[in-house]
């Protein structure tokens, strides 16, 4: 019965119209992707993102006190990469490469034996600069 079709128009037509069904399935299943993350990214982020503001005010301590806190700061890190890595899940390529360079940065320096009040301070400024990027796309979503 297949063959009987396979050489008419009507076997080329069907066979069209199954590609063409194809690339719409894949343009709907990206667009269900992108409405999925974009819910996800207005329920979750504003408490992820003020957990990572929290985080940030820790590193800040621990630099004032360096001498005193400064092994602390290795489990803050730590912390603040997982609060990173549940963020970037939920966010745009644009925004997650941003956020996925910062938590790349904090797994190096935990690899370290010792960090540096430096590099403490400069991971610091970076999460603050994320933590400020991350609330201009959250007031973005507002109007999408």
Known sequence: MSQVFASTPLGDLGAAASIISLIITLFIAYGVHKIRRSFLAKAR???LVS???A??????????DF????????YELARSQATLRS???KLTAEHR??????RKKIARQRRQVQIGSDELASTYEEITLLVE???EYQQDLQWR
Do not use: M
């Open 133 to 135: 990027a991350l609330n």
């Open 51 to 53: 957990r990572l503001r």
């Open 55 to 64: 985080h940030a005010s820790s590193l800040s301590g621990h630099l004032n």
């Open 67 to 74: 001498a005193r806190f400064g092994d602390q700061a290795r």
């Open 45 to 47: 982020l504003p408490e």
């Open 87 to 89: 963020i970037e899940r």
């Open 97 to 102: 490469r941003s956020c996925r360079s910062v």
